[in-house]
T-cell receptor, first 114, second 111 residues
Framework: AAGVIQSPRHLIKEKRETATLKCYPI?????VYWYQQGPGQDPQFLIS???????DKGSIPDRFSAQQFSDYHSELNMSSLELGDSALYFC?????????????FGQGTRLTVV | QKEVEQDPGPLSVPEGAIVSLNCTYS??????FMWYRQYSRKGPELLMY????GNKEDGRFTAQVDKSSKYISLFIRDSQPSDSATYLC???????????FGSGTKLNVKP
């Protein structure tokens, strides 16, 4: 079965550069969540989208922005990267219009800022 | 205080043991409860998903929810070394706008 696809899997950027992370949800899923997970930390919620509209916002820095496109894929844009942005970035998807449905995570993008 | 509390462990058990992993929560609005397994440097993998009090069984895994006590558990029977991972509980309110995670319990099953 198709899963949540994230690209790239690994990314190395220098400080002050820009990065774009992509998330392709499971087909028919309408909701995407972005999480940041530092080493040994639990996932921290960044932002979520439902039907291409932002539905909730967590601890996402102003340097980051995200959107969900008409095909439901989502992109997380990170500018002026800092060393502290180095983390695993996960996206998860679910189909909110069907209640009692599960949410699945992608394998993550490991961002290293040097 | 975090909305979801989970003992970080590590929890070390011999192969074949029954493992009990637990989370408590404070928000009575949580309606959906999930357990994820995460291997090092990988994405969380959904193990169990429940939305009502009681038990739900899937193979060697049993998820238990007690909404009156705001307490959920995951039991693993006949634990295997391949079960060694970090187990995250996650909870969602009815509108699924975001998940609330526990801090994860690191489990080590020794051969």
């Amino acid at each position: 079965a198709a899963g949540v696809i994230q690209s790239p899997r690994h990314l190395i950027k220098e400080k002050r550069e820009t990065a774009t992370l992509k998330c392709y949800p499971i087909p028919r899923h309408d909701t995407v969540y972005w999480y940041q997970q530092g080493p040994g930390q639990d996932p921290q919620f960044l932002i979520s989208f439902y039907e291409k509209m932002q539905s909730d916002k967590g601890s996402i820095p102003d340097r980051f922005s995200a959107q969900q496109f008409s095909d439901y894929h989502s992109e997380l844009n990170m500018s002026s990267l800092e060393l502290g942005d180095s983390a695993l970035y996960f996206c998860a998807s679910t189909r909110l219009t069907d209640l009692n449905t599960e949410a699945f995570f992608g394998q993550g993008t490991r961002l290293t800022v040097v | 205080q975090k909305e979801v509390e989970q003992d970080p462990g590590p929890l070390s058990v011999p192969e074949g043991a029954i493992v009990s992993l637990n989370c408590t929560y404070s928000n009575s609005a949580f309606q959906y409860f999930m357990w994820y397994r995460q291997y090092s440097r990988k994405g969380p993998e959904l193990l169990m998903y429940t939305y009502s009090s009681g038990n739900k069984e899937d193979g060697r895994f049993t998820a238990q929810v007690d909404k009156s006590s705001k307490y959920i558990s995951l039991f693993i029977r006949d634990s295997q070394p391949s079960d060694s991972a970090t187990y995250l509980c996650a909870m969602v309110v009815y509108n699924f706008n975001k998940f609330y995670f526990g801090s994860g319990t690191k489990l080590n099953v020794k051969p």
